[in-house]
């Protein structure tokens, strides 16, 4: 399966890049984690690794050549696989995307002109910057600072751990000198592009700089706000988190005066989910707390991280910070259902001939299938032959997707995220019931990248394992329609006049009328029944 890899954004100020150096060629296998290239940034000569497997089936940039941020720079896929079609729609998009990128390259450059012109800044001294670190971030959280004001910096230390609204990563320095000013503290959010830290040589004066920080000589413009909105960057890579060997920051001290330690990441983690560290046997170097020990620590009912006891008559509650995926799910859905004109369909099918189906498919070895692949599956196929509900809503147009690229919503402990299964249709039943129970154990782990959540087409949210019969969901923007799956309840039915024992599912069809008539909708739920009614159907 093709994967599309773009120049990635490297820097916080990186507009383009130069390969300088491939170190795969056309037809060379990649493993993860292999080295692609070698790109120059404006800062510094990085290398770039794959997260994806397969083959070098195609370079985008040659050695030597500039390009652009997000400009097609390879397609990694399976050997002498076909991507003549992912060609002509990458150059197809490519054009239609050229106005548009100029028009917002010149309110940026506006924007930039307005943005500081009279704030001196001292020879010597870099202004650090929040970084977008996810194609959807328009803010993000400092969970943690790994260099403290006043210490030195090196070129590809690890500064900070930033929040973004799908993942925590790591931040690392371009620059070389002593961390002057810390602009965001720990747990504080920013937009993009606000000034996150000052880092100089050591000793210098930036009293007035920072005093013009303060006074918001560095905001944000409006106009900034718009050249960003309208420019999406996909980094192609995820910075896998790193515990560092040695405690970075000050660790936590006991009430009897001893030091916990554990990494800055392990801490954040164990203040979210309100467990005491104290509780916590490190795995790390010299006993530390790493991430991994608070992930899998499984408190007792004696321990101190339990729920306060609250007396009763007497009021009580928590407060919570918003995290930064709860903050951008709350914003991306109030958007999409309070300007999407959404209506419902509601069907409820019988699933006797499913409970069959299933039950001979796992007979097989090695074999297991659950019902939500089976409506994957089915999804996907109806949506092949009713492409109006496979559509997206811009509001210059509307495209029609050929393609079949499913969300699948995964409930975690912050919210909600949604990975996509690319070519679902194209897909075995084994496939897709691998690739989601993979994507629901990586998305609860935090360890999905932004490329595996992005792009679907439709999206599906199954809420049958937790009792639920029917629900209505809010869509996906800037899908057309959500597909809400209920349980699977077992109920008299009519059957050939006779009032029998059967077992039914009732979906829901949230549309956007803007894209989806009633009746496409409806047809699309007809075609749809037909597969989940007769699964063997979806096999000929």
Known sequence: MAQIINMPRLSDTMEEGVVAKWLKKVGDAVVEGDILAEIETDKATMEFESFYEGTLLYIGINEGETAKVDVLLAIIGDKDEDISSVLASVKS???????????????????????????????GVEIITM?????????????????????????????????????????????????LYVGIKEGESALVDSVLAVIG??????????????????????????????????????????????AVSQPATTASGGRIFASPLAKKIAKEKGINLLHIKGSGEGGR????????????????????FVPSGQEGFNEISNSQMRKVIARRLGESKF???????????????????????NSIPDTKIS???????????????HPAVNSQWFDDKIRINHHVHMGVAVAVEDG????????????????????????????????????????????????????????????????????SVGA?????????????????????????????????GSLFLQTLKGYIENPVTMLV
């Open 289 to 308: 707390i790493i991430k991994n020990d608070v992930e899998n620590f499984t408190p007792s009912q004696s321990s101190s991280s339990a729920m306060p």
């Open 201 to 246: 040589k050591k000793g210098i004066d930036v009293s007035e700089l920072i005093k013009s920080i303060k006074n918001g000589a560095f905001s944000k413009t409006e106009s900034q706000d718009t050249a960003l909105a309208e420019q999406p960057i996909q980094i192609a890579n995820e910075t896998k988190t790193v515990e560092p060997s040695t």
């Open 339 to 361: 300007t999407a004109p959404h209506y419902y369909l509601n069907v409820e099918f019988n699933m006797d001939n499913a409970i069959a189906f299933r039950q001979q498919f």
């Open 131 to 179: 970084p977008r670190l996810s194609d959807t971030m328009t803010e993000g959280t400092v969970a943690s600072w790994l260099i403290k004001e006043g210490e030195s910096v090196k070129e590809g230390d690890i500064l900070a751990e930033i929040e973004t609204d799908k993942a925590t990563m790591e931040f690392e320095s371009f620059y070389e000198g002593t961390l």
């Open 93 to 123: 998009e490519a054009k239609t995307d050229t106005k548009e990128t100029s028009k917002n390259n010149d309110v940026k450059e506006d924007a930039n002109d307005n943005t500081s012109a009279d704030v001196d800044i001292p020879k």
């Open 488 to 520: 699977i309840v077992q109920k008299p039915i009519v059957k050939d006049g006779q009032i029998v024992v059967g077992n039914t599912m009732k979906l829901t069809l949230a549309c956007d009328h803007r894209t989806v008539d009633g009746a496409t």
């Open 416 to 483: 909600l995220l949604v990975p996509v299964l690319q070519f679902a249709d194209e897909q075995s039943l084994q496939q897709i019931g691998a690739k989601v129970k993979e994507y629901a154990g990586r998305a609860r782990n935090k360890k999905l990248t932004p490329q595996e959540m992005e792009g679907s087409t439709f999206t599906i949210s199954n809420l049958g394992m937790f009792g639920i019969t029917d629900f209505t969901s809010i869509i996906n923007q800037p899908n057309s329609a959500i597909l």
């Open 371 to 385: 019902f939500n692949d089976i409506v994957v599956k089915a999804t996907a196929l109806a949506l092949k032959q």
